[in-house]
């Protein structure tokens, strides 16, 4: 059922751009683009924008809408670049995400719609939810497949949706035992499952890849770090690709166990990215140990995002 982008499809490492604050906290659009500029030259494939990882929960409506066409516009085709519209309501995010095709998008990411710790919608309003999306858009759909969502999404009721509904045919895996459901629905799926991809920071990339996965989205401090995994991965030489998972595991983890979504925006500022690595109010900003401590791993490794901007 998928109409796929004649550039499809998409592979290889796409992380998450932060949103880049000043020090009050107001977008910072020179900021933005040199965040861009620095992703792209560190290796990316392509780009995620305005996900969980880019604080999207912390933008107004028209400041999602500045971030989205200042970074389309300033990537000018360079790589691909994903716009998430994950919204509540069917019909916003049919429309965010008909704007983002407008402007440029390659993918949208959505997660199924949910509310705060409860509100949840039952399948068959999930699938009609994903079903207007794709109805609005000619470009591929990612479901978004999160713990933070806190919705049972099933490997059947996922591959019944790939087959069935126009343009939904990438798969960003999150929840536990990622690898065993990337596998079974690949198995489930089959032709249908056009991009089965790895997510939360790359924590479970090898055994992920394992399973089948194509594509990585990740934070965006070091690319290039990922692409030392995935390059020997698909180039055969897995004895490498784990010689490098090895080497970046500890980075990775601190991401995705500490730092958080701040760690892109640290290694940014100190890197000389850009000039602030604010975090939007309330959200606190990260201890000073625990900000010492991410950048003495990633010293050892020396990604690119320490000498761009220097």
């Known amino acids: ?18 949103t880049v604050f000043d020090a009050e906290g107001r977008l910072d659009l020179d900021g933005q683009k040199r965040c861009i500029d620095f992703m792209i030259d560190a290796g990316s494939h392509g780009l995620c924008i305005l996900a969980n990882f880019s604080e999207q929960f ?15 516009d300033h990537v000018a085709g360079r790589v691909p670049v994903i716009v998430t519209t994950t919204h ?69 009721f996922l591959a019944k949706m790939a087959q069935e509904i126009e343009n939904l045919a990438y798969f960003k895996i999150e929840v536990p035992q990622a690898a065993n459901k990337l596998r079974a629905l690949i198995e489930a799926g089959g032709e249908s499952i056009v991009g089965p991809w790895d997510g939360e920071e790359a924590i479970t990339l090898m055994a992920d890849l394992d399973a089948g996965a194509t594509g990585a989205m990740t934070g965006g401090g070091f690319p290039d770090g990922i692409r030392q995994i995935i390059d020997p991965y698909f180039a055969g030489h897995r004895e490498a690709a784990l010689d490098a998972y090895q080497r970046w595991l500890p ?13 892109a925006k640290i290694l940014m500022q100190e890197g000389g990215v850009i000039k602030h690595d604010t975090l939007r109010a309330p959200l606190p900003p990260v201890h000073p140990a625990t900000r010492a401590g991410l950048l003495e791993l990633a010293r050892r490794l020396d990604p690119l995002v320490l000498r761009w901007g220097k």
Request: charged fraction near 15%; charge should be negative.
């Open 1 to 18: 059922m998928t109409r796929l982008s004649a550039a499809g499809p998409y592979k290889g490492v796409f992380p998450v751009a932060p």
């Open 58 to 72: 912390v933008l107004a409506d028209d400041e999602r809408d500045l971030v989205m066409t200042t970074v389309l």
């Open 88 to 156: 509540f309501a069917t019909h916003i995010c049919a429309e965010r995400s008909r704007r983002a095709q407008e402007a440029g998008a390659a993918m949208v990411m959505v997660m199924p719609p949910y509310h705060g710790a409860t509100f949840r919608v039952p399948e068959a309003s999930i699938y009609a939810f994903y079903k207007a999306v794709s109805d609005a858009i000619d470009i591929p759909i990612m479901v978004q497949d999160a713990p933070v969502a806190g919705t049972p999404l099933s490997v059947p």
């Open 251 to 263: 980075l990775i983890n601190y991401e995705n166990r500490q730092a958080g979504f701040a760690t």
